[in-house]
C-alpha cells in the first residue's frame, strides 16, 4: 500500500486517501513535496507496494521477515513499518476540546493523538502542535472544540509500507509521525521519528559493542 499525506483541514468526516475512501489522489515525491497542497485531494506513491499489499501482503511479509532475519534492520533494503511501529494509540472525537486532548496525552504520557469523527480517522495531532496552537490562540483556546480547528497534514502508511522510504517523506513534509492504517482505514499503529532514532542507536550500539 501507498504512503498518503491528507492536507490540513477540519476534523469533519474521514481525511483518509481515496484508495480508504474513494476519491483522487495525485502523487508525492519521495523527497520533496511535489505540489501545493490542494483540500480536494490526497496524495500517494509507490503504487507497487498498494498492488502488493492486495495480494498475498502476509506471505510475503513472511518470506522477507526469513530472508533478512540475519540483516540489521537498518540496512535491510526493504523494511516494513510493521516492524518498528508502535500499536499503541490514543483517540478522542472531534467534538473533545483541545484541554481534553492534552489531558490524555499527559495522562497516557503520549505525544500524538488520533481524532475521530463518527468513527472514521478524522486527523493525527502532536502535543508540540497543539501546545503552539494555544500559545497563538490564547482567549479561551483550551475549552475550544477540535471540530472548529484546521488540524495539521499527517501520514498514513500501512505495515507493508517500507520504513526507508516513509521516513523520506516524514522529513520531506516535515512531520514527526505517520499513522500506520490496515485495508479498510483502521488505524493499527503509529511510527514516530523517535522510533527511527531508537532503530539506528540500536544499530550504532551493535557496531559499538563489536
Not at 481515496?18 to 496524495?43: A, K
Not at 509507490?46 to 540475519?70: C, P
Not at 517523506?169 to 516535515?174: D, F, G, I
Amino acid at each position: 500500500m501507498s504512503i498518503f499525506v491528507s492536507e490540513p483541514g477540519r476534523p469533519v468526516g474521514t481525511r483518509l486517501p481515496e484508495v480508504l475512501r474513494g476519491r483522487r489522489v495525485g502523487d508525492v515525491s519521495e523527497l520533496t513535496e511535489s505540489q501545493p497542497i490542494n483540500p480536494e485531494r490526497g496524495e500517494a506513491t509507490d503504487a507497487e507496494f498498494q498492488l502488493a499489499a492486495r495480494s498475498g501482503r502476509h506471505r510475503a511479509l513472511e518470506e522477507y521477515g526469513t530472508a533478512a532475519s540475519g540483516e540489521r534492520k537498518d540496512q535491510r533494503p526493504y523494511l516494513p513499518v510493521s516492524t518498528i511501529c508502535s500499536p499503541v494509540l490514543y483517540s478522542l472525537p472531534a467534538s473533545a476540546t483541545v484541554a481534553e486532548a492534552i489531558n490524555l496525552m499527559d495522562e497516557h504520557g503520549a505525544n500524538h493523538l488520533v481524532v475521530t469523527a463518527d468513527t472514521y480517522v478524522a486527523g493525527l495531532v502532536a502535543q508540540q502542535w497543539l501546545l503552539a496552537w494555544l500559545h497563538e490562540h490564547k482567549t479561551d483556546a483550551l475549552e475550544q472544540s477540535l471540530t472548529h480547528i484546521e488540524l495539521p497534514a499527517f501520514l498514513t502508511a500501512s505495515p507493508e509500507t517500507d520504513a526507508h522510504q516513509l521516513a523520506r517523506l516524514m522529513l520531506a513534509h516535515q512531520l514527526s509521525a505517520a499513522l500506520v492504517v490496515d485495508a479498510q482505514g483502521e488505524p493499527t499503529g503509529i511510527v514516530t521519528s523517535t522510533d527511527y532514532l531508537r532503530l539506528y542507536a540500536s544499530a550504532s550500539g551493535q557496531q559499538g559493542s563489536v
